[in-house]
């Protein structure tokens, strides 16, 4: 439905939130973990949509920086929990500087975070069983797409007719992402006796790339990175051999000039590359190459669609390794502490 009218904000995120929403001039958005990594995909919207400045830092940080508070700054918690130790001092230090207000966006009704703040959004994915977040992280990217959406209608922005519309395809494309399960299954054999792997995504996909290599590491210890696609030739091409598994996440061929280029390093030096892409990627499957044809996207969308399958990825290894999925070793569900 219509998102923008006063009443409807001040239903959803609680009462001021029209007024608020007005003055935002700057975001500052403070996570840990997944929530971070959500963050991260939000500053690249906030900023394509809204055209409004974001910051985002992983809350453990954020303390031990001398911010400094603009004007008109909104200051946005994103957690699964709203208990999480490092997010909530965050908060209650920013609360002595002159943000704008304090909206949380949140899975736990009547949490800490929630009650601390001035506004907040509710993901409403349900209980996590698992230690490891998924359906929160997807869901936190829906809440800041809305969060994005409403910033940039204040600033002007045309098109959310169509954006409403790419939100509403949403759940029909994840049946069909969801329905690829058999080959994210046989794909994950492939790493089930590798100690480290790559990641590389580029733009909002790159903190997509760095939440598929998060969930590798928690549920199946395999160590993993991620990096910007652009940064493999700065560093990280050194560590390719045929023991190091690329990962490469390329939605719409954003991609596929630097993964043409890598490909034939990675190559040269024995290493394999997995792609996950959509009918745009003009690659052929081969001995060094395995690829996961996606549904086609709108762009936007694309960080919440393609988060699915590295989910899946990192699910299927962490089966195959008989690592406990749900309660991965030296994890807590919220870090409280
Ligand atoms: C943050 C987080 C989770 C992670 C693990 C530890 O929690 O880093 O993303 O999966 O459970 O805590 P939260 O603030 O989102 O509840």
């Keep these: 439905g219509r998102i923008h009218q006063g009443q409807v904000l001040e239903q959803i995120f609680g009462s001021n939130a029209s007024e608020l929403f007005d003055q935002v001039k700057m975001v500052q958005i403070v996570a840990c973990g997944t929530s971070y990594n959500a963050g991260v995909v939000a500053r690249y919207w906030i900023e394509k949509l809204a055209g409004i400045p974001c910051m985002?830092?992983?809350?453990?940080?954020?303390?031990?920086?001398?911010?400094?508070?603009?004007?008109?700054?909104?200051?946005?918690?994103?957690?699964?929990?709203?208990?999480?130790?490092?997010?909530?001092?965050?908060?209650?230090?920013?609360?002595?500087?002159?943000?704008?207000?304090?909206?949380?966006?949140?899975?736990?009704?009547?949490?800490?975070?929630?009650?601390?703040?001035?506004?907040?959004?509710?993901?409403?994915?349900?209980?996590?069983?698992?230690v490891a977040s998924t359906k929160?992280?997807?869901?936190?990217?829906?809440?800041?797409?809305?969060?994005?959406?409403?910033?940039?209608?204040?600033?002007?922005?045309?098109?959310e007719e169509q954006m409403v519309a790419n939100l509403q395809q949403l759940s029909a494309l994840c049946e069909q992402v969801l329905a690829l399960d058999p080959a994210i299954q046989k794909m994950a054999e492939h790493f089930v006796d590798k100690h480290h792997t790559l990641f590389l995504g580029r733009g909002t996909i790159y903190p997509v790339a760095v939440e598929g290599a998060l969930k590798l590491k928690e549920i199946s210890y395999i160590h993993a990175e991620a990096y910007p696609a652009g940064e493999l030739k700065h560093g990280p091409l050194a560590l390719v051999d045929e023991d190091m598994p690329i990962v490469a996440v390329a939605p719409n061929n954003s991609l596929l000039e630097k993964l043409?280029?890598?490909?034939?390093?990675?190559?040269?030096?024995?290493?394999?590359?997995f792609l996950f892409a959509d009918s745009k990627a003009q690659v052929k499957p081969g001995d060094d190459l395995e690829l996961i044809t996606l549904p086609d996207v709108p762009t936007v969308m694309a960080p919440i669609i393609y988060s699915i399958p590295l989910q899946l990825l990192a699910y299927y290894v962490a089966v195959l390794k008989g690592t406990d999925v749900d309660q991965p070793r030296n994890l807590a569900k919220s870090v409280t502490v």
Aim: some cysteine.
């Design 260 to 273: 043409l280029a890598n490909l034939e390093e990675v190559r040269a030096r024995g290493g394999k590359l």
């Design 136 to 159: 929160a992280f997807t869901s936190q990217l829906v809440a800041l797409m809305l969060t994005a959406l409403i910033l940039a209608r204040r600033n002007g922005y045309a098109e």
């Design 56 to 130: 985002v830092e992983v809350a453990s940080e954020f303390r031990y920086r001398a911010t400094v508070c603009m004007p008109g700054t909104l200051f946005i918690t994103i957690s699964q929990s709203g208990e999480t130790a490092d997010t909530l001092s965050a908060l209650r230090e920013a609360k002595e500087q002159d943000y704008l207000g304090f909206l949380s966006i949140c899975n736990v009704p009547g949490s800490s975070l929630v009650r601390e703040s001035d506004l907040s959004l509710m993901t409403n994915a349900g209980p996590e069983i698992g």
